[in-house]
Structure formats: structure tokens, C-alpha cells
């Protein structure tokens, strides 16, 4: 049975993010630790870090990820921003070691022209480097993209390719279904999407999704624009979520929510309560008046 999670905000502090789950149902959670669109950085001092632990356990709310900013290319030719994006990659595997975050996933970035082949090296280099240099069970997380311009990360060949570059223990795969679809696996077609889920076998293996991004599509197929829509009113449909979530090797891994919500406030008990129907799960409990 697939676990149904949720990005979720964590403005006034990453604690905040465990009542934020709990309120929509949510039973995984993203958050940026920071703003993304920024290079800050956090700095938990002891007691921050053990309450965010304490209430992970409490909570029982383990399969924890951080988001991490967008502004890191890892691909670029700005040494500048080359180096701010490393800082940045490895600055949040740390705490997430230390507050006992699952992992970081990230988008890795694109080439503005340079080429896949040609940034590989410099890619793979620093991703190996963010790994050696943290201490901890923290896994890094690439996440394909909708392969807009000179995006990397469309295809699951590239991201082997990345993952056989780079070659470490902690490196992952986040699938975004938005994105796969808006990068040419047409997800309304049910041999389509047997089609996708044997080539991320093949190409990435199945041991290496840690996570997936369960979210209808507002751009239509094959057109490489990354717009989330609530899941059963965008252009991929209830059907292929309900397939995914039956997927024995889909699954495995926890979906979490990076949808508009109903009520355009981010993911909302609404998409998770559609994606537990789609998975054959109980509707969540009644919250409790306090
Ligand atoms: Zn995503
Ligand atoms: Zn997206």
C-alpha cells in the first residue's frame, strides 16, 4: 500500500510541519527547510533538533524529505553560481543528517545550451562531493524534470547516466508524474505507463525511487511545461493514479502531493483523501475538535 504525503509549508519553523501534515492527512512530508527561492540557510541549534526528532517519533512521521532551493544548477558554466549551488546542495544534506531527514531532493539543474554530455562530469563531481562530505543515512535525491529549454533530467537514461557518473550509496530518484508526462510518457495510456514504469526499472532500478511527486498535469502531454494541477482534474486523470498507486513497485515508494489545492493553499486534505480512494485506502479520520 502506497503512503499518501504532502509538500507542505513550514513558515514559522520546520517544527511546524509535523501539524501541517497531520492536519491534511498527510502520512509523508515535504518541506523547504528554506525559502526557495534563496540561498539561505538554517541553523538548528541543539534543542531545535531535538524537538524536530522528538516529533518525528512522536508522530511517527519518518518518511521526511526535504525540497532543495531552485536557484541550485549544478550544471552551470557561472563558477559564482557554481559554487553557491554546491554550498547549497551540501548545506542541506548536512541537516538533513542532522535533524534525521529521509533525504534532499533537487532538481539538477540546466545547461543553457553547453550540452548533457559536456556538464556531466562537473554534475556528477559535485553530487559525489555533497555525498563524501555528510555524515548519515540522508540520501540525495535527483527528480526528473519536464525537460523544458535545457533542462536536464527528462529521461531516465540521463538520470542513469548521473547515477552511474556519480556512483554512491545515497544517490536516489524522485519521480514526478507531472513532469514524466509533460516529457513524453503518456500517462492516459495504460501502455504507456507500463512502458514507463519498465524503463525506470531498467534504467534507474527500482531499490533507487525514494520518492514519488504525485501530480496531475495542467500542461498538456509531450509539451515540457512543468504546471501542477489537483490530481483527477488536470490532463493525465484519476485512472493513471489509480494504476501508479496499484503499482507493486510504484508503491513501494511514498507519493507526496505538490499540487495547487482546491483552495489554491498548496496540497490540501482534499487531494490526499483523492489519491487514498484511488489507492483503495480508508478516507482519513474526522479531525478532532480541540
Ligand atoms: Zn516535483
Ligand atoms: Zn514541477
Known amino acids: 500500500m502506497a503512503t499518501i504525503g504532502a509538500h507542505v509549508s513550514s513558515q514559522g519553523g520546520i517544527l511546524t510541519a509535523f501539524d501541517r501534515a497531520l492536519e491534511i492527512g498527510a502520512e509523508a512530508i515535504q518541506i523547504h527547510p528554506t525559502p526557495p527561492q ?8 541543539e534543542e531545535a533538533v531535538a524537538s524536530f526528532r522528538q516529533r518525528m517519533t512522536e508522530t511517527g512521521l519518518n518518511a521526511f ?3 532543495a532551493p531552485y536557484l541550485i544548477n549544478l550544471a552551470t558554466a557561472k563558477e559564482a553560481l557554481l559554487v553557491q549551488s554546491r554550498g547549497s546542495l551540501r548545506h542541506h544534506l548536512e541537516i538533513a543528517n542532522l535533524l534525521g531527514v529521509r533525504g534532499v531532493i533537487f532538481h539538477p539543474g540546466s545547461h543553457k545550451g553547453q550540452g548533457f554530455e559536456v556538464v556531466l562530469p562537473q554534475m556528477a563531481e559535485t553530487m559525489r562531493w555533497a555525498l563524501d562530505e555528510t555524515d548519515g543515512e540522508s ?4 527528480e526528473n524534470s519536464a525537460g523544458s529549454g535545457a533542462n536536464i533530467g527528462s529521461s531516465f537514461a540521463q538520470i542513469r547516466q548521473m547515477m552511474e557518473a556519480v556512483d554512491h550509496p545515497r544517490l536516489r530518484f524522485c519521480l514526478d508524474t507531472a513532469h514524466a508526462f509533460t516529457a513524453g510518457h503518456d500517462l492516459r495510456d495504460p501502455e504507456a505507463r507500463a512502458k514507463m514504469v519498465d524503463e525506470l526499472g531498467r534504467e534507474i532500478g527500482f531499490e533507487r525511487l525514494a520518492a514519488i511527486h504525485a501530480n496531475d498535469s ?3 502531454f509531450g509539451s515540457n511545461v512543468d504546471r501542477h494541477q489537483n490530481i483527477g482534474d488536470g490532463e493525465i486523470g484519476a ?6 498507486l496499484a503499482d507493486a513497485h510504484l508503491s ?6 505538490e499540487v495547487p489545492g ?3 493553499q498548496g496540497p490540501d486534505r482534499a487531494n490526499v483523501e483523492r489519491l487514498r480512494l484511488l489507492a483503495g485506502l480508508p478516507p482519513l479520520a474526522p479531525l478532532l475538535e480541540t
Open 38 to 45: 534563496t540561498w539561505r540557510r538554517l541553523h538548528p541549534d
Open 65 to 67: 524529505f526535504f525540497h
Open 139 to 142: 540520501l540525495l535525491i535527483i
Open 218 to 220: 495542467k500542461a498538456v
Open 239 to 244: 485512472e493513471a493514479f489509480r494504476w501508479m
Open 252 to 257: 513501494q515508494a511514498p507519493f507526496i502531493l
Open 262 to 264: 482546491l483552495e489554491h
